[in-house]
C-alpha cells in the first residue's frame, strides 16, 4: 500500500480545496480510509473518515463544511473542504485501514494553508 496524497495549497478564508488520497500500490480492500490533519504546535486530529459501506463521520469542526467521499475500487478516497477557515491550516494526512490490522497505512501529507 502506498497511498499518495494531493491538492493542497494556499486558499483565502471563505475559499474551496479538493484533496486527493490515492493508493498507488497494489489494490486491497480497506476497512476504512480517510484524514488526519496536524494543525502547527498541535496534535494529528481526525477530520473526516469513511468505511467500507459507505458510512462517514467527521470532526466536530469541519461537520457542515467539509465532505469525505471514496471510491473503494480504486482506492482513493476525496475531501471537498468548503468555507476554510485559518484555523483548518494544517499539513493533512490521508490514511487506510486494512481489514484484519491494527494500525493504518499513512499517506505523505499535503498543506493546506488558509489565508484570512
Known amino acids: 500500500v502506498q497511498l499518495q496524497a494531493s491538492g493542497g495549497g494556499l486558499v483565502q478564508a471563505g475559499g474551496s480545496l479538493r484533496l486527493s488520497c490515492a493508493n498507488s500500490g497494489s489494490s486491497v480492500w480497506f476497512r476504512s480510509m480517510g484524514w488526519y490533519r496536524q494543525p502547527p504546535g498541535s496534535e494529528r486530529e481526525l477530520v473526516a473518515v469513511?468505511?467500507?459501506?459507505?458510512?462517514?463521520d467527521y470532526g466536530d469542526s469541519v461537520k457542515g463544511r467539509f465532505a469525505i467521499s471514496g471510491d473503494s475500487s480504486k482506492n482513493t478516497v476525496y475531501l471537498q473542504m468548503n468555507g476554510l477557515k485559518p484555523e483548518d491550516t494544517a499539513v493533512y494526512y490521508c490514511?487506510?485501514?486494512?481489514?484484519?490490522?491494527?494500525?493504518?497505512?499513512w499517506g505523505q501529507g499535503t498543506l493546506v494553508t488558509v489565508s484570512s
Open positions: 469513511i468505511g467500507s459501506s459507505g458510512n462517514m
Open positions: 490514511y487506510a485501514l486494512r481489514w484484519g490490522r491494527f494500525t493504518p497505512n
